[in-house]
């Protein structure tokens, strides 16, 4: 089919104020203006047609984030849609390689960020093209030509393109022959792993109830409502204060009693000595793991809470602000994550998730992503979902994290049933905002954006 040629690439600065409420915040990130440089394509076909991408950033900076897209933008423009899907992993090399840029790299940092918008759109105007939702792309895609979008460079000291095959060979048998349930009371109803996802959807953890800096009543009363609605998993933030934590802890453990799941995120807040001590603090209330404890480039470190952790029963989760696959793959070989949490715009969008997914396959780590901020859940549920039904099959240990906010500015938004993901049905990669949202909440020149900081100047 005849896919156009990128006519037009614009870059958006989209930014939600703290100021306005809803947005959570943790032990170091205490005052987020939840934003995304957003990107769109455009092509010369006359299917109207545009791809949408995203990347989440924080408030300030996003700007700088706007001028790497920007920087990217030659690679992209007058590329014909068909040849960069045609040759995926030249157009993704051709991206993180620029002979300038990567010494700003490589593959790391703000320009990988960039690339992970750009790339974002590019996957999401070719779903839309091929009339799937992203996730049904990936499903029905040869196992070939997904192997094809894959850069294995740096990476197959540990996976190979050709095991990369035999995962996804095994996938193709499986998921329409084998039922993935794992109740005993349902064996004898084998379903497809896509039939069971359509059903049952992909199960997931809220984190939208114990944010730092909520007072008792807000946490109680968000706790309370989660478990109505059928919640079972649940994170709390920790890490600036011990004795707060401890008090927090409690409060939720005993609001959702012992048999619910438990996890506690860090963010990077502590040394490896200081985690292992303030873990150990907090084992008494049975935590499933504690995410990312320590800086997310220290592997070792890691490695080392991982081991320390594992007497008390606590797994180590990481993955949301690793740059690149080669993290990765050092992590699983160190052994210092049981949890592993692919980001959908930190990565190297769909391309080098699909990378981190198949060696963690390997190496039997089960996958939890990261979510919330602006439009992660929008995204990350199509990689999951594929995960599931072409790679893993299994939902042991698995879950998907889910934040209930800024949902209602994309045009797409998440469907959540029974504390689970339901597969999306349009077409595409769920990235497109509301023009009316963007247009609103652009930096500066938004209204929602004049009006704040013309009190300010005021």
């Not at 490589?106 to 070719?126: Q, R, S």
């Not at 996730?135 to 979008?149: A, E, G, H, Y």
């Not at 794992?182 to 992909?202: C, N």
Request: aromatic letters at 8%.
């Amino acid at each position: 089919m005849a896919r156009g040629r990128i006519s037009r690439l614009s870059v958006r600065d989209i930014r939600f104020p703290t100021s306005l409420g809803g947005h959570g915040s943790d032990a170091m990130h205490t005052d987020p203006d939840y934003s995304a440089a957003y990107v769109i394509l455009e092509t010369d076909a006359e299917d109207g047609l545009k791809g949408y991408g995203i990347t989440f950033t924080l408030g300030r900076g996003t700007e700088v984030v706007v001028c790497a897209v920007n920087a990217l933008a030659h690679h992209v423009l007058n590329r014909d849609v068909g040849d960069i899907v045609g040759d995926f992993r030249g157009f993704y090399r051709q991206l993180t390689s620029d002979g300038q840029l990567r010494w700003i790299g490589p593959e790391k940092g703000v320009v990988h960020l960039a690339t992970a918008a750009v790339l974002n759109a590019v996957w999401d105007l070719w779903a839309k093209q091929e009339g799937k939702p992203l996730w049904k792309l990936l499903v029905d895609m040869d196992p070939r030509r997904l192997l094809s979008c894959i850069d294995f460079r740096y990476i197959t000291d540990v996976l190979t393109e050709e095991e990369a095959h035999e995962i996804l060979q095994r996938g193709q048998v499986g998921k329409r022959e084998r039922g993935a349930r794992e109740t005993p009371d349902v064996d004898e109803h084998h379903v497809s792993t896509e039939e069971q996802m359509l059903t049952e959807g992909y199960p997931a953890y809220t984190t939208s109830c114990a944010w730092l800096g909520y007072p008792d009543a807000t946490l109680q009363q968000l706790c309370s409502e989660a478990l109505k609605d059928g919640w079972t998993r649940f994170k709390v933030k920790v890490g600036a204060d011990l004795q707060d934590d401890i008090r927090r802890c409690r409060l939720i453990r005993n609001m959702i009693g012992p048999e619910k799941t438990l996890m506690m995120d860090a963010n990077q807040r502590w040394d490896v000595p200081e985690a292992v001590e303030w873990m150990a603090r907090l084992a008494e209330f049975r935590p499933l793991w504690i995410e990312e404890p320590t800086s997310p480039d220290d592997i070792l470190g890691h490695a080392a809470i991982s081991k320390a952790l594992a007497p008390l029963g606590i797994g180590v989760a990481t993955g949301e602000q690793c740059h690149n696959r080669v993290i990765f793959k050092q992590l699983l070989q160190a052994k210092a994550l049981q949890f592993l949490q692919i980001d959908s715009c930190r990565l190297g969008s769909v391309n080098e998730n699909l990378a981190v997914l198949l060696m963690a396959k390997k190496f039997d780590v089960p996958v939890c992503p990261h979510a919330g901020g602006v439009g992660l859940c929008e995204l990350v549920q199509h990689l999951i979902i594929f995960d599931f039904i072409s790679v893993s099959a299994s939902l042991k240990d698995r879950m998907c994290e889910y934040v209930d906010h800024l949902h209602e500015h994309f045009k797409y938004p998440v469907r959540i049933k029974e504390a689970s993901y339901m597969p999306p049905k349009d077409a595409g990669y769920s990235t497109e905002m509301k023009e009316e949202s963007v247009k609103k909440h652009q930096y500066p020149d938004g209204e929602v954006w004049k009006k704040l900081l013309g009190a300010q100047g005021d």
